[in-house]
């Protein structure tokens, strides 16, 4: 089994697909690595040489920000907007779409702690 940036892929999974299983990696990401690597997206994990291993993470590890490193990325910018109070920090807030999506008939799954933090107030 190949651990990539603290992540063990999929041995048998194509390595275009096990490559999406680190966080920050997509398939489009996945395909643009693997064509400057110069290794076959068809290829299973488990059939990969130690060179191309080795090739595979000196690329990801040097030239992306991957795992916790973007997790912690992506909560500072949020707390930043919470901070500043803006729009976007306050839809956060209170849980609610941020980009302009109709709330009437859909983002359910957004509102559910919604209704219920506003249940619990009122009572």
Do not use: W
């Not at 994990?45 to 030239?63: A, F, P, W, Y």
């Not at 997790?71 to 976007?88: D, W």
């Amino acid at each position: 089994m190949i651990r990539i940036a603290g992540v063990d892929l999929p041995d048998s999974k194509t390595i275009e697909i096990a490559l999406t299983y680190i966080y920050g990696i997509g398939r489009t990401r996945s395909k643009e690595i693997l064509v400057s690597v110069e290794i076959n997206p068809e290829t299973k994990t488990k059939l990969l040489t130690d060179k191309e291993v080795s090739r595979l993470r000196e690329k990801i590890e040097k030239n992306y920000t991957l795992e916790s490193d973007l997790k912690r990325l992506v909560s500072l910018n949020i707390k930043r907007l919470v901070e500043i109070n803006c729009y976007r920090g306050r839809r956060h807030i209170l849980g609610l779409p941020l980009r302009g999506q109709r709330t009437k008939t859909n983002a359910q799954t957004r509102k559910r702690t919604v209704k219920k933090q506003s249940a619990r107030r009122f009572k």
